[in-house]
């Protein structure tokens, strides 16, 4: 049954597709976007378009950029040689929200998963194996406590060993199941000084 106009619940049906936006929210959302000034609306359609248009993956890291080269492996103060495998820009961000790593990252744009259907071929792991046959140290895991993430290390860490690059993980200061970015600055640097050699 409709109850709104034909706009109204195309707007809500729109705003329902979001992840973690239920009906009663995208309700919501939709009547205070329609009481907004109609320029705030049209700054908020070119945000959303723009965004959409001229993020792209960095060349590098496959992390989600403006530019060609996102700005972390355009520093060349970093150590290029030390590379942190997250699953995510969020994760990324994490870790760099501590302001204490000083390598670089490698995004893969998700975790294997057999339940999802996700393997291998599906995450940006071809990629981090091209980028090793550069000089590098030192691979750092930082993929969740989840199945799925454990999963993954354990996958990645079999690729590289028999390349001699040195492989570790980060320590499980990370709750079980536990999402990256969601934990505080001094867990995630624990985590990271107490990795371990896979
Ligand atoms: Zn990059």
Redesign the pocket.
């Known amino acids: 049954m409709d109850y709104y106009s034909k706009q109204i619940n195309r707007l809500v049906s729109e705003l329902a597709s979001l992840p973690g936006i239920g009906a009663k929210s995208a309700q919501r959302l939709a009547f205070h976007i329609l009481n907004m000034p109609t320029e705030n609306v049209e700054q908020l359609s070119v945000a959303i378009l723009e965004a959409r248009n001229h993020v792209c993956y960095?060349k590098?890291?496959f992390?989600l950029?403006d530019d060609e080269?996102?700005p972390?492996?355009a520093n060349q103060e970093r150590d290029h040689d030390t590379i942190m495998v997250v699953e995510n820009s969020r994760d990324l961000a994490a870790y760099e929200k501590t302001g204490k790593y000083t390598g670089v990252y490698h995004v893969l744009h998700g975790a294997i998963s057999p339940m999802l259907g996700i393997g291998p071929g599906d995450i940006r792991l071809k990629e981090l194996l091209q980028r090793l046959q550069k000089d590098a140290a030192e691979v750092i895991i930082a993929t969740n406590s989840s199945l799925e993430g454990e999963t993954t290390a354990m996958y990645i860490s079999k690729l590289i060993k028999p390349t001699g690059i040195k492989v570790t993980r980060i320590a499980s200061g990370v709750p079980v199941g536990g999402d990256l970015e969601y934990i505080d600055e001094v867990t995630l640097l624990r985590a990271l000084e107490g990795r371990r050699v896979l």
């Open positions: 960095c590098e890291c992390t950029t080269i996102c972390i492996c």
